[in-house]
């Protein structure tokens, strides 16, 4: 069974996803593509479980630039085993940071002894992270600086990395979509 619960972020509102009440298991926001695609069952509104006051009490600090760790609260992204070892990497850059498609891709294509690795294949699995923000694929940029691939929309994703107060110089928008001018309003 799967529960979930809103949250008035200063960058939009929120809908949190967990498992059985214990698991966190999506952060999307309103109008997100791939929003809740995941979760393959009826989601039940409850505002009180224990893993939503956690996960709200997490973005309150991520909010107020306190940078909270990733590890503070259970996940439980659903995807397939490359999809969840591309979290797993984007788990590991830092709070300010980015990485390209091409360094995660790289560092998956060394790990399964391969000489390269698809810079899209990662992008489709950054794409379709279930829980934004805490797995913060909004942290992954193209090799050029391009601000790409982000299913919150790229307005967001500026957003988010001024908030952590990523060095925004060599970075740019592309031309925006008609998903993100909808998407950023």
Not at 99 to 109: C, H, L, R, S
Not at 123 to 149: D, F, M, Q
Not at 164 to 177: I, Q, R, S, W, Y
């Amino acid at each position: 069974m799967y529960y979930k619960t809103h949250y008035n972020s200063p960058i939009g509102n929120i809908t949190l996803a967990c498992d059985n009440k214990e698991n966190l298991v999506g952060l999307w926001f309103e109008g997100q593509k791939y929003f809740g695609g995941t979760v393959n069952a009826e989601m039940i509104e409850n505002n009180n479980l224990e893993i939503f006051k956690k996960t709200k009490k997490w973005l309150d600090k991520y909010f107020k630039n306190e940078k909270p760790e990733i590890s503070e609260l259970p996940l439980a992204p659903i995807g397939n085993d490359f999809r969840q070892r591309v979290w797993q990497i984007l788990c590991k850059i830092p709070y300010g940071e980015v990485y390209t498609y091409g360094e995660i891709a790289k560092i998956i294509a060394k790990e399964r002894g391969k000489e390269k690795m698809s810079a899209q294949a990662v992008g489709g699995a950054v794409g379709h992270n279930p829980i934004s923000i805490i797995i913060p694929c909004h942290r992954v940029v193209g090799s050029n600086g391009s601000l790409t691939g982000y299913a919150g929309g790229i307005k967001t994703k500026i957003k988010l990395l001024k908030h952590e107060g990523v060095n925004m110089d060599g970075l740019f928008a592309p031309k925006l979509t008609c998903r993100d001018k909808v998407y950023d309003k």
